[in-house]
């Protein structure tokens, strides 16, 4: 969660100091907003505390100040490092499903609206901003959401055949 969470900080500040379209990465804004939330409530349930959430928030809020001042190039080496946190984000997923042999508690509906939003995304980064980097990176965020909503059709009823 920490992985995909500063990806999409860091996608969101870069497209916005490049002065791409909103159409590009508007998305990000509410993703970022959302795990920010996710994150906090993971600090605060597992031990009823209240300090975590405080500190993830205050994390977040540096977090967020060093990338507003970070310069262009700064973003840009980020941007890059952002493939491989696509990577380390999505293939934990992808290998437990293997492994499992079914996707257990993964939400199909999210599943399958998470890929068709990186299939757009891919489409708008494409038709509008010409950045390999960025392109990349939707590109692979994409591939790996297909293998995962694959996964989903393949193994649909696995867990109830093991039931039986």
Known sequence: MLLETASYANALVYNVRKGYPYSTYGETLFISAQNAVLLCFLA???RNSTVLPLLVMVGLGAAGYALQTATMDQLAFLQQLGIPLILFSR??????????GHTGQLSAFAVFLF???SVARVFTTFKEVKDPVLLAGTT???VLNAIIALQMIMYW???KL???
Not at 91 to 100: D, E, F, K, S
């Open 44 to 46: 605060h349930y597992p």
């Open 91 to 100: 293939l934990p997923q992808i290998w437990a499903n293997w492994r499992n």
């Open 140 to 142: 692979l965020g994409a």
């Open 162 to 164: 093991k039931k039986a």
């Open 115 to 117: 890929l068709a939003g």
């Open 157 to 159: 009823n696995a867990k």
